[in-house]
């Protein structure tokens, strides 16, 4: 036989399918880790799967879909197999306007993602995060407290692994789920019994046909089929949010957070140096300085991990503990070293501008700027105050660096262009001088010179360990 090194597939050799046979046919859209998860999640519950990607299944899936005897096919969808499905999960990747995708649709076969899917065999209490910005980050702060307090707990989603292949492996009581908006646009019946919102600006609108109003919706989704005993966290400081929640009606408990205003409940900054947790009639406080994650990005997040610790009755000592000693997740303005005298930071994670604003907002030494890729519709003016008073030069990491020149020529002197990771830490390092620090903060996609930020900023902390 042959060995994979899969610890998920040995599991599933000798644990076989013991779960009731379901009745119906799914085809699984896409074979990567959400719908590899999906398809071996629907094959453990009995269903008649078939999984099917219009490019490129990478080895490691395809021996996981042969080991669970999961047909598959790659570099097409065959019309007469997926449109005899009696279901379909897409991949979040996949956008809804693809043909097979609408012929589906034209037969009424209904669309799901796998988030949808995987929901419907848990009974288990499941916190999900979504937003714009520092879902990744808050989804890990919030399974870090959780873990610590000793609740059976699995962090899944859009971080790690897929919900599903969680899930396939064996149930918890607890599930942190990180959601993005692709996965939100086809869930429908799924409930969150704790949703939190962090903040809405605009990204990918190109899968939005350019409507931010759509985008928004699909935000709001995270609270869909909330009942009174639900609950929904969000940020009172983010006007989209805000104004919302002045036009729909939400039956969940709502527990707001904000740095701007002292709350009645949820989490408040007061006196600029702590923060008052208040779920109920009690609270307590922690002080800004003890977090472990500094910047004001990094606050709002941290207040939306504490109220959630609160709502499972998580001790206050562990919650401050947890606040204080996480780490930060890799990607996400992520210290490299210094090389003679200049701090580099890879933010390669930031894909949007607010994300960008945030990390740029939270530098105090001069910045040479490391941005560019693919462009979402950037609109770069709120950029444009913080780069005038911080960045002295800008390095452009893309193939076309048109608009981001456009936005920044009046307010920076030197901006050059390169075309691959060396040669942007290279001309980074030639500008900075001791107690600066080069930030690569991109503001947009990686995909057009990367796989993913993964890739961006792994090459570019090689760049960097190779000065």
Known sequence: MRKNKGVRIFIARYQGHKQMKNTGNIVVLGGGESGTGAAVLAKKKGYEVFVSDAGKIT??????????????????????????????????????????IKSAKKKNIPVISEIEFAGR?????KVCITGSNGKTTTAKMIFHVLKKAGLDVCIAGNVGESFAWKLAERDYEYFVLEIRS???DNMYKFKAEVAVLLNITPDHLDRYNNDFEKYCNSKFKIIQNQKAIDYFIYNADDPVITERLKKIKT????????QKILLDKGASVVNKNKIRFKTNIEEFHMNLADLSLKGRHNTYNSMASGITARLFDIRKVI????????????????????????????DSKATNVNSTWFALESMTKPVIWIVGGMDKGNDYSELQELVKQKVKAIICLGKDNRQIIKAFKEEVSSIVETYNAGDAVYSAYHFGAPGDVVLLSPACASFDLFENYEDRGNQFKQAVYDL
């Open 319 to 346: 919650i401050k503990e947890s606040l204080s000693n996480f780490q930060n997740v890799e990607h996400r303005l992520e210290s490299i070293g210094v090389v003679r005298g200049i701090e580099f930071f890879n």
């Open 59 to 100: 080895e490691k899936y395809k021996n996981v879909l042969s080991n669970y005897c999961i047909n598959w096919e790659e570099s097409k969808h065959s019309r007469n197999i997926v449109l005899a499905a009696d279901e379909i999960i897409k991949s979040p990747g996949i956008p809804e306007n693809v043909e097979i």
């Open 121 to 125: 065999f848990t009974s288990a209490k």
């Open 251 to 258: 039956n969940s408990l709502c527990l707001p957070f904000s």
């Open 182 to 184: 692709f996965q939100l």
